[in-house]
């Protein structure tokens, strides 16, 4: 049976909360050289949007961890498939996240990069899942709080659909 999508954040909703979170950025980091690191794939959507809203300059990484594949499920294994190719050491860095669920993935990932040394290591997500956590993991700037749901478009997919729809949905 084909997916069904039910509309969650509409193009307007989540132009708004972009529009906010890259005001809240641009302020902390007004006289800081700030590095965004795009987690791959789901937040090149967000990251590109993200820094055409924020009024300071910034550099622009990307990582690559393993995602869920075909699944809905974190496996809570995760590897690093690209990492960063600059050193952090003494920069302000600043991780640019689709979704935290279980917090497994971003728990893996904040250890991995505090290990190169960054002089502070923050973390933008576009949608927080927090009662779904297994592990605490700290997000600094949240676009949307969810519950329950899995949820595509705006760069996020599932089985590597979606990733092209302008707003965000819930798979039922
Ligand atoms: P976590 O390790 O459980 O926190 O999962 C984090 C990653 O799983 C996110 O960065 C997404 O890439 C993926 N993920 C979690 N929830 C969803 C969802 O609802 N739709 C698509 N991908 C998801
Ligand atoms: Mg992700």
Do not use: W
Not at 43 to 59: K, N, Y
Not at 89 to 100: P, R, Y
Not at 121 to 145: H, P, S
Request: charged share 30%.
């Amino acid at each position: 049976m084909a997916a069904e999508l039910k509309l969650l954040f509409s193009q307007q909703e989540i132009a708004e909360t972009v529009t906010k979170l890259a005001r809240e950025i641009s302020a902390d980091y007004a006289d800081k050289q700030l590095i965004l690191i795009g987690v791959l794939k789901g937040a090149f959507v967000f990251l590109a949007d993200l820094i055409r809203a924020l009024t300071i300059p910034v550099e622009i990484e990307f990582i690559r961890i393993a995602s869920y594949g075909a699944h809905k499920e974190s496996s809570g294994e995760i590897k690093i498939k690209q990492d960063v190719e600059i050193v952090l050491e003494g920069k302000d860095v600043l991780v640019v996240e689709d979704i935290v669920d279980t917090g497994l993935s971003l728990t893996f990932l904040v250890d991995h990069l505090r290990r190169k040394n960054p002089s502070s290591l923050k973390v933008c997500a576009l949608v927080d899942k927090r009662t779904r956590r297994e592990i605490e993991a700290q997000v600094d700037y949240t676009g949307f709080v969810m519950d329950d749901g899995f949820i595509v478009g705006y760069g996020i997919d599932f089985n590597e659909e979606y990733r092209a729809l302008p707003e965000i949905f819930v798979v039922s």
